[in-house]
């Protein structure tokens, strides 16, 4: 390792710490930070922020990384390193500073606001937290100066990734999801919900997540399970906290919730040891991100083999709950595919609505064409066009999201990303582990876990998005693989 890059993944592992101080503070206002703290962390945030501006602008930092794109990087991850630092100084650069912190700042401000709102189902509470969010982010947009504003955006969440190119992506996807929607809203014996619906006691809950997400391979001594509003994963490697929320009437919040964010966790916590503070270490795109935790959630943990091995133990979690319910009836329960408004409750199909809905929405108000005060009302509106529904309450509606006052605009897309990720990997897994549903009916989970570690934890960010997507699957990004996946799993259960 030459001297020029050794002094270069110093500073960088600096800056990586820094961001990740950042995360636990706001792991901590979610968690357990007292209700008036929100203006003291906001300022912490801002000063943190502001450390981290002037660590990847400052000019020594640029002097190593011209010298070592001069003199050549050791190697092909050093290649990578100076690849992915310079994408990040090259946007750094443009935004100033003044609007780094002021963002922090808000952002911590709006969070906490938010929480209060969704609680009250008091918009308009929430709404000049919004509208400041907004104005700063669409500032920074223009800052990073990209042709279309939302691009700079989306380039933080999913690099190279535009608007036009999602467009199209989701307008195929749109276009093969509504006629299978209408096909199982045409099935004659569709399954029933009320088995998830029963009283399910929270402690046993908790207890249960706790099993799966430990035999799913997360390390809970690397890692712990807290109660947010909205859950999430924050941390890396050896601390990879994640968090869920129970609902004592509805088994598959806290479930699938768990499964999701330990999908996250395992991601984390599969990262190369040698290399995670790198500029290539770290987890790669937000949508290859998202298609490690829906892969838990969806294509594991709602697949019918995953339940022949525990459903019986489910029984046992929750005795005389679910006694009368067989294993097909509970597989249907949490397989009922019907327009709702949570977007982290929909099933598998309508699910991609509800993103593509919120992409036209963010996109909107990025642009300006929507404003914050108006955004309950064109919620509703599109919520009926896609969903064919409307939010009785702005707390099931347009609150119900974390993301738009965490000032993540661009971030909704990589969902879906995730899915359509996510089943292209379940094709690869399926040809390389060809017995994969019989070692799930037995319950055996690592050999998934060790496949993802392999085939995509370990990488980081080694490879653009697009790369690792080409090198794991054989192809590109695309709507096939989910929809043929979506057609084969909801045929069988809807009988079509
Ligand atoms: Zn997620």
Redesign the pocket.
């Known amino acids: 390792m030459t001297e020029t890059y050794k002094l270069f993944l110093e500073r960088w592992r600096t800056i990586h710490d820094l961001e990740k101080v950042q995360e636990l503070l706001d792991w901590d206002q979610q968690v357990v930070m007292p209700r008036k703290g929100a203006e003291q962390r906001g300022n912490q945030q801002a000063a943190l922020a502001g450390l981290v501006h002037d660590r990847i602008t400052d000019p020594e930092l640029g002097e190593l990384m011209d010298s070592l794109a001069a003199k050549g990087t050791p190697n092909e991850d050093g290649a990578a390193d100076l690849r992915e630092a310079a994408r990040e100084r090259e946007r750094t650069m443009k935004i100033p500073r003044r609007l780094v912190k002021e963002r922090a700042r808000t952002i911590a401000m709006a969070q906490a606001a938010w929480a209060q709102a969704k609680a009250a189902d008091d918009f308009e509470s929430f709404q000049p937290y919004l509208e400041k969010v907004l104005s700063l982010t669409r500032e920074m947009a223009q800052a990073i100066g990209t042709p279309n504003p939302y691009d700079a955006l989306l380039d933080e969440f999913e690099p190279g990734m535009t608007e036009s190119a999602l467009k199209t992506l989701f307008g195929d996807l749109k276009g093969r999801l509504l006629p299978l929607l209408d096909k199982i809203k045409g099935a004659t014996k569709p399954p029933g919900e009320a088995p998830v619906k029963r009283c399910f006691s929270r402690d046993r809950q908790e207890v249960f997540c706790r099993v799966i997400a430990k035999d799913m391979g997360y390390d809970f001594e690397a890692g712990r399970l807290d109660v947010s509003v909205h859950p999430f994963t924050a941390g890396t490697f050896r601390d990879v906290r994640i968090t869920t929320r129970y609902d004592e009437n509805f088994l598959n919040t806290a479930l699938f919730g768990v499964m999701?964010e330990a999908g996250?966790a395992l991601y984390e916590q599969g990262l190369d040891p040698e290399r995670y503070r790198n500029p290539s270490g770290p987890s790669s795109s937000l949508g290859i991100h998202?298609s490690q935790?829906r892969f838990w959630e969806n294509l594991i943990g709602r697949s019918r083999a995953f339940w022949v091995y525990y459903y019986p133990k489910l029984r046992q979690a929750f005795p005389d709950v679910l006694d009368d319910v067989s294993l097909d009836a509970f597989y249907g329960a949490i397989n009922v595919c019907r327009p709702s408004l949570i977007r982290v409750e929909a099933d598998e199909v309508t699910y991609n609505l509800h993103i593509i809905m919120r992409f036209e929405l963010e996109s909107a108000l990025l642009a300006g064409t929507l404003e914050a005060r108006d955004l309950p009302e064109a919620w509703n509106t599109k919520s009926q066009e896609l969903l064919g529904i409307k939010a009785g309450s702005n707390a099931r509606g347009v609150l119900q999201d974390v993301h738009w006052s965490a000032g993540y605009i661009g971030y909704f897309p990589t969902?879906a990303l995730g899915n359509l990720y996510g089943a292209q990997f379940m094709e690869t897994l399926r040809q390389d582990i060809p017995d994969l549903d019989s070692r799930l009916e037995r319950g055996e989970l690592l050999p998934v876990k060790e496949w993802l570690n392999n085939r995509i934890h370990v990488h980081g960010r080694r490879y653009p998005a697009p790369e690792l997507c080409r090198r794991v699957t054989g192809k590109e990004l695309g709507a096939v693989s989910s929809i043929a996946y979506l057609t084969r799993k909801f045929g069988e259960i809807y009988g079509f």
């Open positions: 999701h996250h998202e935790s969902y």
